[in-house]
Nanobody, 125 residues
């Protein structure tokens, strides 16, 4: 059974940076698309970014383009979301997710079968 552990969330001031990480066990990450989603209070979960394997294609939500970067370390079975210039509207619980590679990744929740536990990010002064 796939097991995913998230880390790296917390409180950060507007304009600050934060890196979220996920590590998966019992799989070979090379065989999976990786992604990040988030859910703000009172809102639906939304896709933030995904990274396909093996072609490495990237997708970002418009709201994070130019500020967030997704990357992966297959040797460590890990993937990360580096967030810069954080804004209060980035406040949410962030979830990582993976799915076995078919075609290219999508920022659609139901596309992903394996999820992390969620980690809160709060952007506030």
């Amino acid at each position: 059974q796939v097991h995913i552990v998230e880390s790296g969330g917390g409180l950060v001031q507007p304009g600050g940076s934060l890196r979220l990480s996920c590590v998966a066990s019992r799989i070979t990450l090379d065989d999976f698309h990786v992604s990040w989603f988030r859910q703000a209070p009172g809102k639906r979960r939304e896709g933030v970014s995904c990274l396909s394997s093996p072609d490495g294609s990237l997708v970002y939500a418009d709201s994070v383009k130019g500020r967030f970067t997704i990357f992966r370390d297959n040797a460590e079975n890990a993937w990360h979301l580096q967030m810069y210039n954080l804004k209060p509207e980035d406040t949410a619980v962030y979830y990582c997710a993976i799915e076995e590679s078919q075609g290219s990744c999508l920022l659609i929740e139901k596309f992903y079968g394996f999820w992390g536990q969620g980690i809160p990010v709060t952007v506030s002064s």
